[in-house]
């Protein structure tokens, strides 16, 4: 795993670390959370470790959750951490 983030040109430290994705504003993908916190249609809320991430927006979804990873889907404004 080391190589190929070497390779990548990727700092060791970036393996199990927070990735999300966003796909113009209607789609996020959130890897490597450890856990959903909230759900509404306005904000989904998901943890990892001990800071909160917050995505905003409208008429959201989360649309897939398998185990660490989260597909949520809507209308979105924001994204941010809150703590």
Same mark, same amino acid.
């Given at each position: 795993?080391? /190589?190929?983030? /070497?390779?990548?040109? $990727?700092?060791?430290?970036?393996?199990?670390?927070?990735?999300?994705?966003?796909?113009?504003?209607?789609?996020?993908?959130?890897?490597?959370?450890?856990?959903?916190?909230?759900?509404?249609?306005?904000?989904?809320?998901?943890?990892?470790?001990? /800071?909160?991430?917050?995505?905003?927006?409208?008429? $959201?979804?989360?649309?897939?959750?398998?185990?660490?990873?989260?597909?949520?889907?809507?209308?979105?404004?924001?994204?941010?951490?809150?703590?």
């Amino acid at each position: 795993m080391k /190589r190929l983030l /070497r390779a990548a040109g $990727l700092p060791e430290e970036a393996a199990g670390a927070l990735r999300v994705s966003l796909w113009d504003d209607d789609f996020v993908q959130v890897e490597n959370h450890t856990g959903v916190a909230d759900v509404k249609d306005t904000c989904v809320k998901l943890w990892r470790g001990k /800071r909160l991430l917050a995505v905003n927006g409208q008429n $959201l979804m989360l649309e897939e959750l398998d185990g660490c990873n989260g597909k949520i889907k809507g209308k979105i404004l924001s994204i941010e951490y809150l703590t």
